[in-house]
């Protein structure tokens, strides 16, 4: 059967990081797609979602797409991690993360999320397939090729549709419909974060990481360029609350628990109201977690916080979001390569994705079990994750380093894209 006209290889449901990394992905390897985003812009405002933290693992894909110089144009790494107990009492204070650069290639960074955006759609070259302003209606596979219709009245055909729409994902609720017939409210929020950012405060140095760890509520904090500093008030919310069910927070809200913690010790010179009262944004939210239990149909898959919510206390939501849509983009180009006229068969595709979800099921599931188990320690809750903050803190830099890089391992690359002598340093290191 022939193609319809507006068909595409691809369409991505989502402008955020997940998807802007696909859509570049797809520009350089030459694969047609088209992209659409409900917000009226790729670019938040200034300080939604304040600071985004990238690690190698992200890192290194990002540079196959050639962002990293301009990237670290507007952060710096970070070098010094200073752990606090709930009296301000010092527990450590490692240096672990200044050999991350000379020793794996990438160091470990913050930068503000509106500036990654920025980044990511100003070097987009397709923009004429790119719709903003654009909610899904609704989405219908056959044998041939998968339609998406809009609430404006567009419908576009492709081979394959992919779900980066975040954590109350349409294109998830579309699978679960599919696959079980209802959608399961299985993402959930055990605590609540507040997203802030402030002006440089006097005793916080660029490079510096901050946490304080202590029961109910506590203080991590990251500094990026020109001393700016990112930082997040996490407060145990005691119970499990459903996705549907998740607690809706108000600027108000946000004020009220950090005029509580205002006295916090976050450095061993610095109390929280100092960088408090420097806030640029401080926004209040829960934090969902949790895993999808489908992540595709024949032609229809989801990827980042759609698939794999984690919280934003391990700083790695992004990163597996840019691995995952790394692995992704390396399916679907294999299932194209293999053409030799035409379009790829359903079996085709549906092979591809589940290859796909096995690789990235594997290694973002325990992900979010990281994630988890860093929250227990910041809030001090008695379990595993208690035994193992001790050893940790207990090390000099040079023991704890390779444990730190292990987490970077298994990282996919792009395999269509060359990687530049940092690339080739993290894998030959790791």
Known sequence: MAEPSGHYRVVIVGGGIAGLTLALAFERLGVSYALFEARDSLEPEYGAGAGVGLQPNGLRILDQLGLLEEIEQHTLPLETWMSLDANGRSLSTSRTMSLYRSSIGYGIMFVERQ??????????????????????????????????????????????????????????????????????????????????MSSPAKGISPGDRFTVYREKATVVGFTGKDGVVFWFVFEDLEQPYPLSKCPRYTATDADTLCQSLTDVQITPSVKFADLYTNRIVATKIAAEEGVARTWHTHRTVIVGDAAHKMTPAGGMGANQAIESSAALVNEITKAMNSLTNGHPSRETIRSALARYTEQRLRESAPAVERSRMICEALFCNEGPAIPKLRQMLSMSDEELLPHALEEFTRAPVLDGLELSPRGVQYEETV
């Open 115 to 196: 500036k990654l955006l920025q980044i990511l759609s100003s070097h987009l070259k397709g923009h004429g397939s790119i719709q903003t302003s654009t909610c899904v209606e609704s989405i219908e596979e056959n044998e041939e090729y998968v339609t998406v219709r809009t609430l404006d009245g567009l419908s576009v055909t492709a081979d394959v549709v992919i779900g980066a729409d975040g954590v109350r994902s349409r294109v998830r609720s579309y699978i679960d419909t599919m696959v079980h017939n209802d959608a399961d409210d299985y993402m959930s929020a055990k605590l609540a974060a507040v997203y802030g």
